[in-house]
């Protein structure tokens, strides 16, 4: 899906789509899901409390001072990513801006349909 879509990654802030994925079921995370082709996860999972448990072996509990300041530093450490598609449906326009300033301007943005929505709809999940 993502590479019909021309993402090389999807950051998820759906908190449904976050415990589909990964499993997390707490109140302040993100997961971003890339196309790697590895044999390691190709879900990221960042908290913004230490200690919070993520089902995911790739998950990071990074110091910080919140979700976002640890996402942002995430990124580069998962690989080449040139357009990273947000569940613009998800998302606040607050948290959308963070994307085109600071650390978050080293990549493309883009806002990416209901993309887990349709996976989870295949798979009769909801």
């Not at 899906?1 to 976050?18: H, K, Q």
């Not at 995370?29 to 996860?41: E, I, N, P, Q």
Request: charged share 25%; net charge positive; with cysteine.
């Amino acid at each position: 899906m993502l590479e019909a879509e021309g993402l090389d990654a999807l950051l998820v802030t759906s908190r449904p789509n976050i415990r589909y994925l990964t499993g997390f079921s707490g109140s302040a995370g993100v997961a971003v899901v890339t196309r790697a082709r590895s044999s390691s996860s190709p879900i990221s999972a960042t908290t913004s409390r230490r200690g919070s448990s993520v089902a995911q072996s790739r998950a990071s509990r990074l110091r910080g001072r919140g979700v976002w300041d640890r996402l942002l530093r995430e990124l580069p450490t998962l690989g080449t990513l040139g357009v990273i598609g947000f569940e613009a449906h998800a998302l606040s326009v607050r948290d959308a801006e963070r994307f085109s300033t600071g650390p978050g301007a080293a990549w493309r943005w883009k806002a990416a349909g209901e993309l887990v929505e349709k996976l989870r709809v295949r798979k009769g999940c909801r």
